[in-house]
């Protein structure tokens, strides 16, 4: 096997680090025999070679992009599948590949099957009664259908009640009948829907006895099994080019009165009975859990993603040498400017908040669908608010930092060989997707407001919510970690108070609820948002300290400077909240500001070993800049020398052309 030859810089940032790497490893992927089921899967899939591109994907046409991935998606679904544990249940295996970012090693710009995995077998899960479950799933486990989640409109993706889609009962036939009554009532957006998929799960208004029995999901075939033509009634196409998931193959889909029998309606919380009876379930928001699902899971892929963005900003910094720090001196790591280490630092402790929040999250989400499937729904409304409040900050902030660190990277973070530009491609969407980020404020901002009604009326509050209970003062500022989790708290209880007295003046001075809530709602998504702050940075501390208990000291000690610089560098963005709403002083400013300085200096000598501890492979990272050997300037070239521009010394644009017009004659 040839030596790998590493680039001097970064193999002396390795020497530097000063806790075990496999360590921190082991530690993310909770336990060393999950790194090492990680890394043989990962081993398996990357040993496939027909896994892997031979010309870069940015080069094909947008139509060999999708037969490109679609092939690839076929095979690598095969892969998995045979790596697959059948002993484990679901919620063990989803828990189990939390940390794995293999599909990145084959779509820069993600899978057109992810829509059946992501939301077309977990919406029959969730929404199909046992029958359905059982004749849906195995044909959907088994890849004999695929399906896609069809929900958003042309004219309505947030407002899920206006959807225009129809489903209207015919007991005569014992059919439905799907129906776009206009343009604007088309499926716009899923994922796989264009030429992928054979089903997918479409969500609807139901009408039956005239009734509008609001959305409810149906299963319906869009194209024949046989021929994969799209089936009569059913107008199907692809939505264009993106900024990024062009691979995905969103698609629309039109109704023409398409009729589809009785029990394709999923019945596990509503039903229709033959003669056309509407039996409403326990509660109508059980028909948006698939969204929550996927809510959950995008905290743990903004983890990911944002740790694949510094690792590959982090060692570029290492490798990059730029400018003068002493005129005596030669040119100095850009990584030891403590502006680039402000930039940077930032997001590896993000990322490490996000993934454990993440964990966190999700046993809370299967604590209580447990709790739904035995009929209890108390915990319900706050899964929701958690579930909305976290999707939005980790999509926010990775947004900010996957960016930070192109532009971190300099010009050649702007190069599609760096991979960062498409790893933004894939972050920037989940702002809107699952719900747009304003939209889930709000839905938080409402039950905060409901929270607070509650704690005036001395009722017991959501766990998550406990602290607005908290009357005392913030007597004194202690600047630790846990003080200055305390006083976000203080922030987020101060700001929702504040929103929630402005919401009740503008109803006092006559305007309706509505619009009083309209009025307000700039401060209310203020207040969720800081909500949302005080549960990461608590969350962030409380797991880590109760995991990392039985760590070695040295490890032990980088994570808590993770921990104390995410929570410093968030008191540091929100001053003016904090002078507002805690006992904090000027001289309290300055020593945070001291404080984030000197952990920024601490941090330094084991910067490249905590995105060594991320693990991402060199495949997977897919970057020039980033590989773990730090030959940015030879991969650079090489990568450039793979345009199809350089096949030839003189392109024939130059005789049709430039020639011509340089003489004169065109
Ligand atoms: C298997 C492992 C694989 C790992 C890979 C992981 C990858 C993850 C990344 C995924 C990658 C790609 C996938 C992306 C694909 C994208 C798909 C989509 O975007 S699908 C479409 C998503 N659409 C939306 O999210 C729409 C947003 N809108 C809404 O949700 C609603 O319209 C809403 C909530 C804004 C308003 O609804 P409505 O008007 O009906 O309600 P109200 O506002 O009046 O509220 C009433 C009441 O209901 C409560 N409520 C609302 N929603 C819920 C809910 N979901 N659950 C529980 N309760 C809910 C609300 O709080 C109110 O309560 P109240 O007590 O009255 O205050
Ligand atoms: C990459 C990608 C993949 C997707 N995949 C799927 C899929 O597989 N299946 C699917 O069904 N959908 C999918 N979607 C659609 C997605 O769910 C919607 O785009 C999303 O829910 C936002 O809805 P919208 O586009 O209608 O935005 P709009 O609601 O029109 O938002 C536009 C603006 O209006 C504001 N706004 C809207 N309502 C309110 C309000 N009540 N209060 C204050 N401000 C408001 C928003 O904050 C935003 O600023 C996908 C979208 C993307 C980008």
Known sequence: MAKITVNKDLASERAKCEFNVEELTNYLDGGRENTARRRRMEDKVLSVKELRDEIPEEYLSHKEKYENA???????????KSLDDPNQSDHERIRNSYRSTITSAIFKDNSPLTLHIVMFIPAIIGQGNDEQREYWLKRAKNMEIIGTYAQTELGHGTFLRGLETTATYDPA???????????????????????????????AILYTKSKNCGIQPFIVQIRDEETHMPLPGIKLGEIGAKLGYNTVNNGFLGFDNHRIPRDRMLMRNAQVSKDGTFTAGANSKLTYGTMVYVRVLIVNNMANLLAKAVTIAIRYSAVRRQSKLKPEDPEPQILDYVTQQHKLFIGIATSHAYSRTA???????????????AGKLDNLPELHSLACCLKVLSSVDAAVFVERSRLACGGHGYMLSSNLPQTYGLVTPASTFEGENTVLLLQVARSLVKAWQQMLNGRQLAPSMAYLADQKQLDRWDGSVNGIIRAFQKVARGKLAFSVANFEKYQKMGLSREDAWNKAS?????????????????????????????????????????????????????????LLYSPLSEVDVRDMQARYEELLEKI???????????????????????????????????EALKSPLNAEPVNSSFHKYLKPFMQGKL
């Open 70 to 80: 679609i092939r690839k998606a076929v095979l690598f679904y095969k892969v998995q």
């Open 173 to 203: 036939t014992e059919e439905f009948v799907l129906h776009s009554p206009t343009l604007t009532a088309y499926k716009w957006w899923p994922g796989g829907l264009a030429h992928t998929a054979n089903y997918c799960v479409v969500m």
């Open 359 to 373: 964990l966190w999250l999700w046993d809370h989400y299967a604590k209580v669908t447990s709790e739904l499937n």
């Open 522 to 578: 700039v401060q209310l998504t203020a207040a969720a948002e800081s909500h949302g702050r005080a549960i990461v940075v608590q969350v962030f501390k409380t797991e880590t300290d109760r995991i990392a208990s039985s760590l070695s000291p040295p490890l032990r000690k980088a994570l808590d400077q993770l921990v104390e610089l995410f929570t410093l560098y968030w008191a540091l963005e929100r001053l003016g909240d904090l």
């Open 604 to 638: 330094r000598p084991n910067a490249v070993g905590l995105v060594d501890g991320f693990d991402i492979r060199d495949e997977i990272l897919n970057s020039a800049l980033g590989a773990y050997d730090g030959r940015v300037y030879e991969r650079l070239m090489e």
